[in-house]
């Protein structure tokens, strides 16, 4: 048995950490973050009640991946598709909290140096959400541990768009659209174009409250990802759930299309 104890984890991580190989820790965990409403509802409160209690889990889940060295975190916070089938009121909710959450939540960032990135069509987010996304951004720029990622109002189909007319963009400026036809578009060219281009593709995938879908998340980024669902609801789920996902992800065998070890 292991004897030394991981800086900060409460007990209980501990003990499903002890059971982790720390040489095989997923590089890049990205989570879609779900039951935030269905975890109010169960305790007969409003929605907005699920999504503050939704912000103390990403602060256990930051602090957790931070603390066993992952490198790479990406949080699925809020989708394109979130504006507009979602009632205006609860929208803006979520837009003052991820406010809050930035300002709050900077010095957790620092004391633990993580860097902030954001994937998404950003400019279309607030002129107030914009500045303090910016800010934040800045304010952890130098640090080199844990990159966390979040995703606001992000969709995989827009960024495949959005990356699509940043090649042909690209190409317009260098060369024009015949050097571009000359070169071809390889999946290098695509992946450099996505928002994405900072990091790794994600090994392992989370998902919580038990819904066994990706919704317009990382879809070219997860093709080769581990998917792991679990049924906890998003404000339930803890550094304890993170491990426990990781221990899972260290069963499986991965193949990227190859052959099992044992039928080579
Ligand atoms: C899904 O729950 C969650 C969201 C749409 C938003 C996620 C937001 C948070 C966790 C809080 C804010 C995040 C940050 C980073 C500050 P749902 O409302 O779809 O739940 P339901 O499917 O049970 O209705």
Redesign the pocket.
């Known amino acids: 048995m292991r004897t030394s104890v991981t800086n900060g984890l409460s007990h209980k991580e501990q003990e499903v950490y002890d059971l982790l190989d720390p040489q095989r820790l997923p590089h890049h965990i990205a989570i879609i ?7 109010a509802k169960r305790r007969h409160l409003p ?1 907005i009640a ?2 503050k209690r ?2 103390e ?2 602060r256990g889940t930051v602090e957790t991946a931070s603390r066993v060295g992952i490198p790479w975190l990406t ?1 699925y ?2 989708s394109v598709e ?1 504006w507009k089938r979602r009632p205006k009121t609860e929208v803006s909710f ?1 837009m003052r ?2 406010v809050t ?1 930035l300002k709050r939540e900077l010095s957790t960032f620092n004391d633990n140096n993580i860097r902030l990135e954001y994937i998404g069509r950003r400019l279309e987010l607030p002129d107030e959400v914009q500045e303090t996304m910016q800010w934040a951004q800045d304010a952890t720029a130098k640090n080199t541990g844990t990159v966390l990622t ?1 995703a606001l109002n992000y969709g995989a189909r827009s960024e495949l768009a959005d990356a699509f007319n940043s090649i042909v963009d690209a190409a317009a400026k260098n060369g024009g659209l015949e050097h571009l036809r000359k070169q071809l578009i390889d999946e290098e060219t695509i992946g450099k174009h996505l928002y994405t281009s900072h990091l790794p593709d994600p090994d392992l995938v989370i998902r919580t ?1 038990g819904e066994m879908r990706l919704s317009n998340f990382l879809l070219w980024q997860l093709a080769y990802s581990e998917i792991y669902v679990t049924e906890t ?2 404000p339930d789920f803890s550094g304890k759930h993170l491990l426990e996902a990781i221990a899972d992800f260290q069963k499986r065998e991965r193949r990227f299309g190859g052959l099992a070890e044992h039928s080579a």
Request: charged share 10%; hydrophobic share 55%; net charge positive.
């Open positions: 973050m779900d039951g935030n409403g269905r975890w929605r699920g999504h939704g912000v889990a990403v949080l916070a809020f979130n979520l909290l991820l959450y979040l409250s609801l998003w």
